[in-house]
């Protein structure tokens, strides 16, 4: 995301300091309810999903809410982190009116931010079923954006934009590790950040897992969101065949090359043998997202080509998965 992003000014509901609760009901009852020993009182039927969503300023985060908002979730921006428990309560006595809450966490509410931990142990008795969502993008990408809306990082102070990105990473370094989702909005723009989280919470049943199958040139560097990456540059490079050059691997005749290569179709069918290992792995830990990137030089032929075709096993088996060719196009 670049100008039409992010971050630092597109926020019209902005109020210095203050929470500000944007419109989004369900008015269905589609809750995933997770059973506690104690829920302080609240009927156990009516406990809200929640989202927490938290990251980078100028990364995105508005954009992540406003498009939980369009899919009928009840979005609450820069709540203090003690007093989520008390909006999760409110949503629970609503009668089924507020079954998915959403609420923003960032750097604006710094003052409340220690509260965090506490706030989220308070939730796991309660039985609250909850995920967080990160959004992270390169300082290069931060800086950008902050430089073109022309407004001051909320933690440089007296320092420079890129002093007050350090100091946000320090302060974030814990909750992005235990993040349940990380995206990396540096190469987005908003609709393929509104892309992503649509295919992540659109669904009206929150499947067992959750793929994004990522394509990416090696000479643009690696995608940071990346769970696992795998290099097709063992296979033969189209762009030296000029009547391949100008296509990608989209493209039936490019894809045809790819995979008539030595050891494409065995790499394609070990390793999704070996992602379903991994699958497993990751639904007994209770993990619902992962991205997996495939890259090659420059992300336009080979890794395209086996990004579809891998994104295709990944479904047949059950997989709920969105393709992502983050630097096709580039050259």
């Not at 995206?183 to 649509?198: C, Q, Y």
Request: hydrophobic share 40%; charged share 30%.
């Amino acid at each position: 995301m670049t100008e039409h992003e992010t971050g630092p000014g597109d926020r019209a509901e902005q109020q210095a300091g203050g929470a500000t609760a944007r419109a989004g009901v369900r008015q269905d009852n589609g809750a995933q309810v997770k059973t506690g020993k104690d829920n302080g009182g609240v009927p156990e039927a009516g406990i809200p999903e929640l989202v927490i969503i938290s990251g980078m300023s100028g990364a995105g985060r508005s954009t992540a809410a406003k498009c939980l908002e369009d899919l009928g979730w009840f979005v609450v921006d820069n709540l203090p982190p003690a007093l989520i428990p008390t909006m999760v309560e409110l949503g629970a006595r609503s009668q089924g009116n507020v079954a998915r809450i959403a609420v923003v966490v960032d750097v604006r509410g710094r003052r409340f931010f220690d509260n965090l931990r506490e706030s989220l142990a308070d939730l796991d008795a309660r039985g609250v079923t909850r995920r967080t969502v990160f959004l992270e993008s390169s300082d290069d990408a931060l800086v950008r954006r902050f430089e073109s809306v022309r407004r001051p990082h909320p933690l440089q102070g007296d320092g420079r934009i890129v002093d007050g990105i350090a100091a946000e990473r320090e302060l974030l370094r814990e909750l992005r590790g235990d993040a349940d989702l990380v995206i990396d909005t540096s190469g987005l723009n908003v609709h393929e950040l509104r892309a992503k989280m649509h295919a992540q919470f659109a669904g009206e049943e929150e499947p067992e897992l959750r793929a994004t199958v990522m394509s990416f040139g090696f000479k643009y560097g690696l995608p940071v969101d990346a769970d696992l990456v795998v290099d097709m540059r063992f296979l033969p490079n189209p762009h030296w065949i000029p009547e391949l050059r100008p296509f990608t691997g989209l493209n039936e005749e490019v894809a045809s090359y790819v995979f008539n290569q030595p050891g494409a179709k065995e790499f394609l069918d070990r390793y999704a043998e070996l992602l379903r290992l991994v699958a497993a792995g990751y639904r007994r830990e209770g993990k619902r997202y992962v991205t997996i990137a495939v890259g090659c030089t420059g992300g336009k032929h080979r890794s395209v080509a086996m990004s579809e075709k891998l994104a295709a096993r990944l479904a047949a088996e059950g997989v709920e998965t969105v393709v992502v060719h983050r630097d096709m196009g580039r050259e």
